[in-house]
Nanobody, 114 residues
Framework: VQLQASGGGLVQAGDSLRLSCAASGRTISTSILSWFRQAPGKERLLVASISSGGSTYYSDSVKGRFTISRDNAKNTLYLQMNSLKPEDTAVYYC?????????WGPGTLVTVSS
């Protein structure tokens, strides 16, 4: 599975962005899909995940502001980010777990200015 994240950019606090993660090589319809982020000098942390059945998980820091979704027909994962804060600044990575193997995309940078 190859993953390619896109949609990052420079925005102001309070703005919205939608990240996409397009998968190729294999269907991700049965995969657990996740978004992680890594701020400068910090560890990579889980932001949100979605199961094949649509169950979701959000970290406390984004709950109520971010929405994870998937479109299996398009083999794509999304992260809708609203009410962005400067502390959301990070490189965002998508991850897919398929047949017991984890796959990562190269990341997309989100910068939120105050």
């Amino acid at each position: 599975v190859q993953l390619q994240a896109s949609g990052g950019g420079l925005v102001q606090a309070g703005d919205s962005l939608r990240l996409s993660c397009a998968a190729s090589g294999r269907t991700i319809s049965t995969s657990i899909l996740s978004w992680f982020r890594q701020a400068p000098g910090k560890e990579r942390l889980l932001v949100a995940s979605i199961s094949s059945g649509g169950s979701t998980y959000y970290s406390d820091s984004v709950k109520g502001r971010f929405t994870i979704s998937r479109d299996n027909a398009k083999n794509t994962l999304y992260l809708q980010m609203n009410s962005l804060k400067p502390e959301d600044t990070a490189v965002y990575y998508c991850k897919a777990i398929s047949l017991g193997t984890a796959y990562w995309g190269p990341g997309t940078l989100v910068t939120v200015s105050s």
